[in-house]
């Protein structure tokens, strides 16, 4: 039996595997990591720090039924937010605009941007709301 992974895992994934966002982030810090910074909810305490700016949040703002409301579509509705933490405006929506690209490129909608100032991190923080409907089952 296949475990089917939860939709925010599944963006999680379809992120940190895209090479050219990597690449970005990586280059903005001026240092490559192992993994890439991009997390879900939680921010290890560790890299909560300007210097290993920019990172990334994913989290969850609503995984309801697609397509019918008595529950049985076999697809999500589901949206989530993907937050870009960077020293620079600029930095930030540079990286956010390869995720929209991503997103995109997979039938999500990015249907609001937010930007405001992290005052924990000193960072800028931009927010992008997205909306994309997916199979329950992975394919």
């Not at 993994?35 to 703002?61: D, G």
């Not at 039924?65 to 405006?89: C, M, P, Q």
């Amino acid at each position: 039996m296949t475990l089917t992974r939860h939709p925010i895992v599944r963006m999680w994934d379809v992120l940190r595997k895209d090479e050219q966002l990597v690449s970005m982030m990586n280059k903005v810090r001026k240092t490559s990591s192992k993994q890439p910074l991009i997390y879900t909810f939680e921010i290890p305490e560790s890299y909560q720090k300007t210097e290993e700016a920019p990172f990334m949040r994913l989290t969850e703002i609503m995984n309801g039924n697609a397509l019918e409301n008595d529950g049985g579509s076999g697809h999500y509705r589901y949206l989530f937010a993907v937050e870009t933490f960077g020293k620079s405006i600029s930095d930030v929506h540079s990286i956010n605009e390869r995720v929209v690209e991503v997103i995109e490129s997979i039938n999500g909608i990015c249907f609001e941007r937010e930007l405001s100032k992290d005052e924990d991190f000193n960072l800028y923080n931009q927010m992008l709301s997205f909306n994309i409907i997916l199979n329950k089952k992975e394919q």
